[in-house]
């Protein structure tokens, strides 16, 4: 059994009355690959912040590696955990490998350059998303999937341990969504980081996952292998729909069922 | 970026606002001769050319390039911290704050000075940091944050509201008075002195030196406060930091030349087209260009009615507005 890489315990938070997370725990393994699913407003999105420390909880403690977070120095933090958002609006014309090297922001001292190594890491994140071919082209000209992509290269340039997305394939078309999942379960499974997304597509997170928790209100309401979440009567309470079950390749599939 | 064309970039516009410095004080409404000037045989006092270009042309000059650096700089700053290309200086309510000062002081007819320092500058200043308290006070959340949408919205406000008290004030004040109003809403480095220079320069260099300081932070925040949070930076101390920084500058520069237009919003777009948006090359870049534009843009002032002087913030928004509306047109057809 591998060891919890980040322990949460007992973490509410509003973000201004109407609490978003309640009493919510967590253990996160090393090498984890987990899809964070649920209905919208079921607190995906701010869970993974708060995991990112991008959030604080106003209750409730957090572990890292042993240590408790508010204890950590940001950079050292983002040292070993990574966050993505779900999109990614730029004002200013940054070119796509300027994007990639600020992942280095966590290695670099004040009034200093990236050296040698800062782009060399870069790049080798850059060919593991495939984006090395539009380094030079300017972030906001490039597409939808290629933006996700370079976003991973720059989280990856953080040399993260841990990386949290949210929704990396919304909006995406379906090459692209099977794209940027297959790189992430490469680096799940080939560059043993740990993964831990938020999906709203149940099939995909199905058969990339090892993992599936399932929010509904700010709470857990299932979690362990995509066969023990994936539930007919659990599917139907917390989306308020009406779904059958299948299978395919040895993979759950959900459907809607659409009255006609 | 690398160090090298880092160095090169810099080395080119260090170059152009040393050619600046070294044309400008030539020109000018009344032909001097640099060799009466710098003749050591004449006297000092009966040496008018002496006396123009170093009592008169060179605290103007480095006063302009003091307010222009100033000016670009927190332009670029407030660009970078708002995420919002059309935001300058003065959009947070420290012009109109300082205005407001200036506007009191005047209608009170304050010609006393305290510690040296003039009145209306002062009462400029302290009009501009109430400007800010006020405006960051309103706006901050529980988490210490500033939420750019309500910040701008604040700062909006908060002009409106001052420039309403100016405009009062101005209405109720008398002939004299309301020249000397006028005149300090324009703009102007026309009257000044070394001590003047010599005040102001160290809050503007270490302001400037604090924003080089964060200014990697800053690039992060520039493309998002949450993902900047994620890379490791502080995003509320850095907003603090950056915007009372860049505030204080303002302010200060504000206080001496009043609100000079457009140099803040426009500098920072001309500067961004040749060296990108990176804020490491951006802050020492607009700080030499904006230095080298108002001073160049003072030059015509002083030039184009001469004898009769310009105020110079009349000569930068008529040809930033112009520059503005293009920009505009250029980005809805992005």
Redesign the interface.
């Known amino acids: 059994m591998t060891q919890a890489l980040m322990r949460l315990e007992d973490i509410s938070f509003a973000y201004e009355t109407t609490p978003v997370l309640r009493d919510l725990s967590i253990s996160i393994r090393e090498q984890d690959f987990i899809g964070l699913i649920g209905p919208n407003g079921s607190g995906k999105s701010t869970l993974l912040k708060i995991m990112g420390a991008i959030l604080k909880p106003d209750s409730g403690s957090i572990q890292f590696k042993e240590s408790s977070l508010p204890k950590f120095n940001k950079k050292l933090f983002a040292q070993s955990v990574s966050w993505i958002p779900q999109d990614h609006p730029m004002v200013f014309p940054f070119k796509v490998s300027e994007i990639v090297l600020m992942g280095r922001h966590p290695y670099l001292s004040p009034l200093s350059f990236e050296s040698e190594e800062d782009f060399e890491i870069s790049r080798s994140a850059m060919e593991i998303t495939m984006t090395s071919q539009f380094a030079d082209r300017y972030f906001n000209e490039i597409s939808g999937g290629e933006k996700q992509r370079v976003m991973i290269a720059s989280a990856l340039a953080q040399n993260p341990e841990m990386m949290l997305l949210d929704e990396p394939t919304a909006a995406l078309d379906l090459k692209y969504q099977i794209q940027i999942l297959s790189i992430l379960k490469n680096l799940n499974a080939g560059h043993k980081r740990t993964l831990i997304m938020a999906m709203h597509d149940l099939n995909l997170a199905s058969s990339f996952c090892n993992r599936l928790i399932l929010l509904n209100e700010g709470k857990i309401v299932r979690d362990g292998t995509p066969e023990q979440v994936l539930e007919k009567n659990i599917l139907e309470q917390v989306y308020g729909i009406e779904v059958d079950l299948g299978s395919h390749d040895g993979n759950i599939r959900v459907h809607p069922v659409i009255s006609r | ?3 090298r064309s ?1 160095t090169m970039t810099l080395s080119l516009f260090f170059l152009l606002f040393i050619i600046t410095l070294c044309v400008t004080p030539l020109i000018g409404s009344s032909k001097i001769s640099l060799a009466r000037a710098f003749s050591d045989t004449i006297n000092i006092s009966n040496n008018t050319d002496a006396i123009i270009l170093f009592q008169v042309r060179f605290p103007r000059i480095l006063l302009g390039a003091l307010t222009g650096a100033a000016l670009s700089v927190a332009g670029a700053i407030f ?2 911290l708002l ?3 059309l935001a300058a200086p003065f959009t947070l309510g420290v012009s109109s704050g300082a205005a407001l000062g200036a506007v009191i002081a005047i209608a009170l007819n304050l010609h006393v000075s305290l510690l040296g320092f003039s009145m209306v500058p002062l009462f400029a200043f302290l009009g501009s940091l109430g400007a800010i308290i006020l405006v960051f006070s309103l706006v901050r959340t529980r ?1 210490g944050e500033f939420p750019t949408g309500v910040l701008l919205l604040a700062g909006v406000t908060a002009n409106f509201f001052f420039a309403a008290m100016v405009m009062f004030i101005h209405y109720l004040a008398d002939f004299s008075q309301s020249f000397r109003i006028i005149r300090w809403l324009m703009g102007g480095l026309d009257i000044t002195d070394y001590k003047t220079v010599l005040s102001i320069s160290p809050v503007v260099f270490l302001g400037i030196f604090i924003l ?3 200014s ?2 800053l ?2 925040i ?3 406060v ?2 900047a ?6 995003v509320a101390r850095i907003q603090k930091v950056g915007f009372i920084t860049a505030s204080l500058i303002t302010g200060t520069v504000v206080a001496t030349s009043g609100p000079i237009g457009f140099v803040g919003l426009i500098v920072p777009h001309i500067v ?1 087209l040749f060296v ?3 804020l ?1 090359i951006l802050i020492p870049t607009c700080m030499l260009f904006g230095a080298s534009f108002l001073v160049a843009c003072d030059t015509l002032a002083r030039m184009l009615l001469a004898p009769t002087e310009i105020p110079v913030g009349i000569i930068t928004a008529i040809l930033g507005g112009p520059f503005f509306v293009w920009l505009l047109k250029r980005k809805r057809q992005v």
């Open positions: 970026m690398n160090s880092y660009q970078a995420r919002n290309d988490h080089m300081f964060i990697r932070d690039n992060l520039s493309t998002g949450h993902s949070s994620s890379r490791g930076v502080d961004r990108g948006p990176d490491r």
